[in-house]
Nanobody
Framework: QVQVVQSGGGLVQPGGSLRLSCAAS????????MGWYRQAPGKQRELVAH???????YYADSVKDRFTISRDNAKNTVYLQMNSLKPEDTAVYYC???????????????WGQGTQVTVSS
């Protein structure tokens, strides 16, 4: 059974920091990509950052130099350290895990439950 469980989020003042965590359990599948998306009211869900199994990292331009994605392979956990937060970072943040059989290109996308991040004074 595949599970994606995230934690963190909350209210923070502009310029503050917040750390999100996401633990994935994929059973017999290999976890190939883990990432973070966010969706603000009235906007499309957007990719914030992801990290692949080989350590390749992508950041959206809007969060470069402020957010850091990292992973702990032993714990199957990905983190998003968010610094210098801005009001426009306010959104529901979703963790995702792309999983599939080892040594195949097959992947299935699973989502965490989402957590609210609000940046406001």
């Amino acid at each position: 059974q595949v599970q994606v469980v995230q934690s963190g989020g909350g209210l923070v003042q502009p310029g503050g920091s917040l750390r999100l965590s996401c633990a994935a359990s994929a059973g017999s599948f290999s976890i190939k990509i883990m990432g973070w998306y966010r969706q603000a009211p009235g906007k499309q869900r957007e990719l914030v950052a992801h990290i692949t199994s080989d350590g390749s990292i992508y950041y959206a331009d809007s969060v470069k130099d402020r957010f850091t994605i990292s992973r702990d392979n032993a714990k199957n956990t990905v983190y998003l350290q968010m610094n210098s937060l801005k009001p426009e970072d306010t959104a529901v943040y979703y963790c995702n895990a792309d999983v599939g059989p080892l040594d195949t290109s097959t992947m299935f996308r699973y989502w965490g439950q989402g957590t609210q991040v609000t940046v406001s004074s």
